[in-house]
C-alpha cells in the first residue's frame, strides 16, 4: 500500500434495476436473486466481496428487493427448523450465507442510471476507496477479480477496473476503454492506463474493443465527478462518464482479466453459466454431464 492510499474495505453493489430482460421471471422476484444452479446471483458477487478482503457491503437497491435482505440477513426459525430434523449441514449452509461481512442498504429510487446509483451510496462509503460489484456479472479466476482490483489500487493509488477483449460485435453492450500501455509496471502488458472510456459505443466509433465487465476498485474522487455528470447514454448518469474524469486525471488503470466472464445479465449468458456452473457441481457434475452427453442435437 502506498502511503495516501487506504484500504479498500467497501463495495457497493448496485441491485436496483428492474430486471425487465428476464420478465416474466421477475415480476415479483428480483433479478439479483434468480439462481444459477442453487445459489441466487447476487450470492456470487458478495462471495466474492468476501474473498477479496470487503468488510462492508452496500446494497444500493430499490422497490420490491426485500428478498435481497432477507437472504443475506439470519434466520433462526429457519436454522432451528433444520437443526430439529437432523440437517445441521442444511442449517449451516443457511446460518453462512454472508456472515464475515456488514451489510447496510440505501435506496435508489428514480431509474437514473449506474452512475446515479454509485452516487447514491457516496454517504455510506464516505471519504474511501471503494469497489463496485455488478451483481448479474459472475466472474471466476484463481484470484478472486475484486481482490486482484484491490491490489492493484493499494500499490498505485490508481482506479482500476477490469476489461476483456469482446468481439466487435458485442462492443456497443459494453463500455469501452481506450488505453495505452502502462511504463514500468509490475503487472506488464496486463495492466493499462486509460486515457478515454465510451459508453456503448457502436463497433465503428469505438476505440478498442476492451470492455468493462462489471468489476470496478475507485478512489472516493469519483462522487465529486458523479455529482457533475449529465445524462449520457441511454439518457441515464453513466459510471462509465465520471470514470473518464478520473482518466483525464491520470488516475485510472485497466487490467485485462484473465479468468472467464459470465453475463448472467442476459438469457443467453444466464443459461450458459447455468450449464458452466452445473457441470462444475460436485454433487450434479456428473450426472449433468452425461444428460449433456445424451442430447441429441
Ligand atoms: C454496465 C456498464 C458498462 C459495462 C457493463 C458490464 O452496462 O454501464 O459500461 O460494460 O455494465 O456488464 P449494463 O450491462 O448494465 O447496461
Not at 425487465?20 to 433479478?31: D, M, N, V
Not at 433462526?76 to 446460518?95: M, N, T
Amino acid at each position: 500500500m502506498t502511503t495516501k492510499t487506504k484500504k479498500v474495505r467497501k463495495a457497493v453493489l448496485p441491485v436496483a434495476g428492474l430486471g425487465t430482460r428476464f420478465l416474466p421471471a421477475t415480476k415479483a422476484i428480483p433479478k439479483e436473486m434468480l439462481t444459477v444452479v442453487d445459489k441466487p446471483l447476487i450470492q456470487y458477487a458478495v462471495e466474492e466481496c468476501i474473498a477479496s478482503g470487503i468488510e462492508h457491503v452496500i446494497f444500493v437497491t430499490g422497490r420490491h428487493k426485500n428478498a435481497i435482505e432477507d437472504h443475506f440477513d439470519l434466520s433462526p426459525e429457519l436454522e432451528s427448523f433444520l437443526e430439529q430434523r437432523g440437517k445441521a449441514d442444511l442449517a449451516r449452509l443457511v446460518h453462512d450465507i454472508g456472515r464475515g461481512v456488514q451489510f447496510s442498504y440505501t435506496r435508489q429510487s428514480e431509474a437514473l442510471g449506474l452512475g446515479h446509483a454509485v452516487l447514491c451510496a457516496a454517504d455510506l462509503v464516505g471519504d474511501e476507496p471503494f469497489a463496485v460489484l455488478l451483481g448479474d456479472v459472475i466472474m471466476e479466476g484463481a484470484v478472486p477479480a475484486t481482490r486482484e482490483l484491490v491490489e492493484i489500487y493499494e500499490a498505485t493509488g490508481s482506479g482500476a477496473i477490469h476489461v476483456e477483449r469482446v468481439p466487435r460485435e458485442r462492443v456497443h453492450l459494453y463500455g469501452i476503454v481506450d488505453a495505452k500501455p502502462e511504463k514500468e509496471s509490475r503487472w506488464g502488458e496486463k495492466v493499462l492506463r486509460i486515457t478515454n472510456l465510451v459508453e456503448k459505443p457502436s463497433a465503428e466509433k469505438a476505440p478498442s474493443n476492451l470492455g468493462v465487465t462489471g468489476r470496478y476498485v475507485l478512489p472516493p474522487e469519483i462522487f465529486g465527478y458523479l455529482a457533475k455528470t449529465k445524462p449520457g447514454t441511454g439518457g441515464e448518469i453513466q459510471l462509465t462518464d465520471g470514470l473518464c474524469r478520473l482518466a483525464e486525471d491520470n488516475k485510472l488503470l485497466a487490467c485485462i482479466y484473465d479468468g472467464k466472464t459470465h453475463d448472467a445479465g442476459d438469457k443467453l449468458g444466464f443459461l450458459q453459466a447455468t450449464v458452466d456452473f452445473g457441470l462444475k457441481d460436485p454433487k450434479l457434475g456428473k450426472a449433468f454431464r452425461a444428460y449433456l452427453q445424451g442430447l441429441k442435437l
